[in-house]
């Protein structure tokens, strides 16, 4: 096996692409993949501030590795969901890489400034823990990114990320997802753009390209993921890749260029009824905005 680009022995290769790469080449492969999605989606201006949401996972600290090589003014945001030890290790590697790139990191806590943590706040308020974990991450993220004058918000979100998430949309016809499942939302009506650089990139090239550039990242998953719908639809995607090479990619893009577009009045729709949360600002179209919501539940 050769690299496709400089015919050196080739240490990875990408059956999407029907390409084999070196450890150099993959890491130049990479770069140029998130440069053409940050340009052809129009995600990030020059000269803008980035806000990196970084869970310590792979994919968050490739991507916060990514932009600060690319010249972006790049800050990493990390949130404390006060999942056990999952947590700790995961703040661990956030640090870790923050403290090495000598970059910033923000830090918000949950236990520590809203009073409650994932797996006991989520049982008061009677909550799947992944849905009030997700809520509490983007109401979070859009206060830090205002909070700290940041233009964008960049979330680690890979091809096999959005393949699940668009498999699940479909499977069930939530139309009114299928038309803010883009890889940028604008910033609009009180939230910050947002942005997903990864969409090029599959789950294997992530992992990659950490172990080639030496970033310490957690390999468990989120002992909260366990069973979840998310993951059953990756297995079922891998199969289907597996047999066919690219069904991901034909899968997620063609819903792009050739769908997507369908189901956006709905979302735009929403938006317009927006109106500031009583207790915290935040734009919601109820009077008081569901992690408000959430955090009197949580705490109770
Ligand atoms: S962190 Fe949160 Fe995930 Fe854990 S509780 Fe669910 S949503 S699985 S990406
Ligand atoms: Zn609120």
Redesign the pocket.
């Known amino acids: 096996m050769k690299c496709r680009r400089c015919k050196a022995p080739a240490v990875m290769d990408i059956r999407r692409h029907n390409a084999s790469f070196c450890a150099d080449c993959f890491l130049h492969h990479c770069k140029e993949q998130v440069r053409r999605t940050i340009d052809d989606f129009k995600m990030i201006a020059p000269g803008e501030r980035v806000l990196v949401a970084v869970?310590g996972g792979k994919d968050s600290l490739a991507l916060w590795d990514l932009l600060l090589d690319m010249g972006y003014e790049a800050d990493g945001l990390y949130l404390g969901?006060g999942?056990g030890d999952?947590s700790d290790e995961s703040g661990r590697m956030a640090r870790a890489y923050a403290d090495k790139k000598g970059a910033k990191l923000v830090e918000v806590d949950l236990r520590d400034d809203y009073g409650f943590d994932?797996p006991s706040g989520?049982k008061a308020a009677r909550r799947v823990?992944?849905?009030?974990?997700?809520l509490s991450?983007r109401s979070l993220f859009n206060k830090a990114a205002l909070d700290g004058g940041y233009d964008v918000v960049a979330t680690g979100h890979n091809l096999d990320d959005e393949a699940a998430v668009l498999f699940g949309n479909v499977l069930r016809w939530s139309t009114d997802y299928l038309g803010r499942q883009l890889p940028v939302l604008p910033g609009e009506h009180g939230f910050p753009r947002k942005v997903k650089p990864l969409v090029r990139l599959g789950e294997r090239e992530m992992a990659a390209f950490c172990v080639l550039k030496g970033i310490d990242y957690i390999v468990e998953?989120?002992?909260?993921?366990v069973g979840?719908k998310?993951l059953g639809y990756k297995e079922a995607l891998n199969d289907i890749e597996a047999q066919s090479p690219g069904s991901k990619a034909a899968f997620y893009f063609g819903f792009l260029d050739r769908a997507s577009a369908l189901f956006t009045p709905q979302a735009v729709a929403e938006r317009v009824d927006l109106k500031p949360c009583a207790t915290c600002g935040a734009p919601t179209t109820g009077d008081v905005c569901a992690f408000c919501n959430l955090v009197v539940k949580a705490t109770k």
Not at 129 to 134: E, F, L, Q, T
Not at 221 to 225: I, L, N
């Open positions: 869970s969901l999942i999952y994932i989520s823990p992944c849905s009030a974990c997700g991450k998953e989120c002992p909260m993921a979840n998310h």
